[in-house]
C-alpha cells in the first residue's frame, strides 16, 4: 500500500510590509484600501448577541454617562484610518410606534437652576429663582465660585490617606543596643489564641493603711462640679528586684515568679496595646524577677482611629507625652482628694517603702502581696507572687470593701486626637453610658489593665473618676464632673478582657524564659507593629548610663516637681 503523500501549501510572503501581499488578494478585492494598524488598537466585539434584559442587568448601578453609552463600541482599527471606523449601536432610531391617539399632554412645570420642580408664586419657586440669580453671577447655591469649589464642600473618598499629615511612626521604648540578640518574635493574634484558667489568689501578706473613701463625690455632676485639687504628697514607684518584701519571700521559697500589678496588667494586655513598652526579666537561679525601668505613666486615647500624634512642638499641650503627663498627675491628686484623712483603715503590717517620718509626705496606699498557682498540673511549680495596690475602703451594708480609685480625663474634644469623644460637660449625665462607650473604644488598653489591677489585687469595687478641663487650653486646671462604680470583673467582661488569656500570656512567657540560661533579658514592643520581641542582654545593661533611663528619671523628677507646685 502507498504511503500518503504531504505537500506543504504556498507560502507567499510580503516583503514590502503588513497585509496580505497582492499576489494572493482576488481581483475584485485589489482596489479596496487598507488601513494599517498597531498592537495597541482596541478590539471591539463583532457581534452582540445578549437579550435586551441582560443588558439591563449589566448596565445596572453605571453612571448616567456610561449608560447613555453602553451599547457604543469601537471596531478593529479605530483611529488608524476614518474610512475604517466602525462604530456600532441598536438600531432605534427608525423605529416608530404606530398610534393615532394624541399623546396626553403633560402638566406644566417650571424647571429653576437648582434642578428641582416647583410651582410659579410659592416660596420654594422664589427661593430657587434668587439661587438662580445667583448661579448667574457666578456664585452657586453649593458655595461654589466659577469653577473652583469650597474647601468646605471638597469630600474626600471614604478611607482615603491624608498624606499631608505627620506619619506616625514612633520611636521605640528603649534604644536596642549592638549586642542584644532577639530570641524570639511573638505576634499579637498568637498571643490572643492563648488561654489558662486560675484560681483566686491567696493573700501571703498586706501592708500599709488607706483612708476611708468620701461619699459626698458620689452626688457630683456636671451642674455641681469640684474643682480638682493640687496636692504635695508623693508617692514612690519601687521595681520588683527593689522591693525588700519580694527579696524575703524569694528567700522563703514561696514562689518562683515575682511581678507587680502594673507589669503584669501590661503583660496581660498586650494585644491591645499601641504605644511601645519593654519589660526586664531577671533570672537567678530557678526564679524570674519581672522588673519595670522607670514608672508606668498614664495614656491617652492610645486605641483611638485617630491618636495623639508629636508635632514636635515642646509647647504642645495635645502631645502624647503632655497627654500622659497629665492623665498621670491627675490620677495621683484625684486618688488623694476624694478620700476622707479623718478615718483610717489599718493594715497588719507598715509600709515597707517609707519610715515613720516619711508617712506624711507619701500618698496613702496599701500593698497585698498575692499568689497564684499557674502550674497545669500538680508536679508543676510554677508559682506566681504579684504585689497588688489598693487605694481606699468604702462603708457598705455587708461591711468595709476595698477600691481601687482611677480617672478618665478629657482634654479638648474637638481637638486632633479626641477620637470622636463626645462633650463631657454636655453628655456625661444624660448619655453616660455612650460616654463611657467611647471611652472604651480610645483607652481599650488603659481600661483593660485598670481592670486586671483590680482583679489582681481582689478588690471589690473600682471607683472610676470623670476629670475634665476647667479650659480645654489650659492642662493645669481640671474639674471633677461625676465618678462611678463598678465590679472589676463585670467591668472586663463589658470591654471583652478575657482574665484566662491574660493568664496564658504571663504563663508563655515564663516557659519561654525557663528554658532560657541565668541572665538579663527584655520583652521588646516593636513601636510601629503588633509584635513582642525578647532579647538576650549583657547582664550590665541598664546598669551603666542610659539616656532613655536618664529621660524617664528627668521625668519623674519633673513630675513630682510639678505635683508639688500645682
Known sequence: MDEPIFKLPEIIDNENGWGPSPAMLPEKFRDIPYAPYSKADKLGRIADWSAPEQKEKETAGRTRASYRYRDQYTAYGYGASSAFTYTHAEDEASFSVVDNRSAAQKKASYRTTGGTKSRPGTRNSQRQQRNGQYQRLGVTSRGTTGNKTSAVNVRRRFGWKDYDKPQRARDASVNVGPEWQVLEEIEFNRLSKLNLDVDEGEDISSHGFLYYYDKSYDRVNTKTEKPLLPN????????????????????????????????????????????????????????LYFDKRSNDYVSVNENAADPPIETGDKDNINSPIALSMEATIINHCFAMQVVNESEKYEFEKPNPFASSDDLEFMTPCAHRYRRFDLGISE???????????????????????????????????????????????????????????????????????????????????????????????????????????????????????????????????????????????????????????????PPNTFEIEDPLLDEGDELEEEDEEVIETR
Open 232 to 287: 504635695e504628697r508623693v508617692r514612690y514607684f519601687i521595681t520588683t528586684s527593689k522591693d525588700p518584701i519580694i527579696e524575703q519571700l524569694a528567700k522563703d521559697d514561696e514562689a518562683t515568679v515575682f511581678a507587680t500589678d502594673t507589669i503584669l496588667s501590661l503583660l496581660m494586655c498586650a494585644p491591645r496595646s499601641v504605644y511601645p513598652w519593654d519589660i526586664v526579666i531577671n533570672r537567678t537561679g530557678n526564679k
Open 379 to 537: 508536679e508543676e511549680d510554677v508559682r506566681l507572687i504579684v504585689r497588688t495596690q489598693l487605694d481606699s475602703v468604702v462603708k457598705t451594708s455587708t461591711g468595709d470593701s476595698l477600691i481601687t480609685i482611677k480617672a478618665l480625663n478629657e482634654f479638648d474634644p474637638r481637638s486632633q486626637g479626641a477620637g470622636g469623644a463626645l462633650d463631657w460637660r454636655q453628655k456625661l449625665d444624660t448619655q453616660r453610658g455612650a460616654v463611657v462607650a467611647t471611652e472604651m473604644k480610645n483607652n481599650s488598653c488603659k481600661l483593660a489593665r485598670w481592670a486586671v489591677q483590680s482583679i489582681l489585687a481582689g478588690a471589690d469595687q473600682m471607683k472610676l473618676g470623670y476629670v475634665s478641663r476647667a479650659n480645654p487650653k489650659d492642662n493645669r486646671r481640671h474639674a471633677i464632673l461625676g465618678t462611678q462604680y463598678y465590679k472589676p470583673r463585670d467591668f472586663a467582661a463589658q470591654m471583652n478582657m478575657s482574665v484566662s488569656n491574660g493568664w496564658g500570656i504571663v504563663r508563655t512567657v515564663i516557659d519561654l524564659c525557663m528554658k532560657l540560661p541565668e541572665g538579663r533579658y527584655v520583652l521588646l514592643k516593636d513601636p510601629n507593629k503588633p509584635v513582642v520581641r525578647l532579647y538576650s542582654v
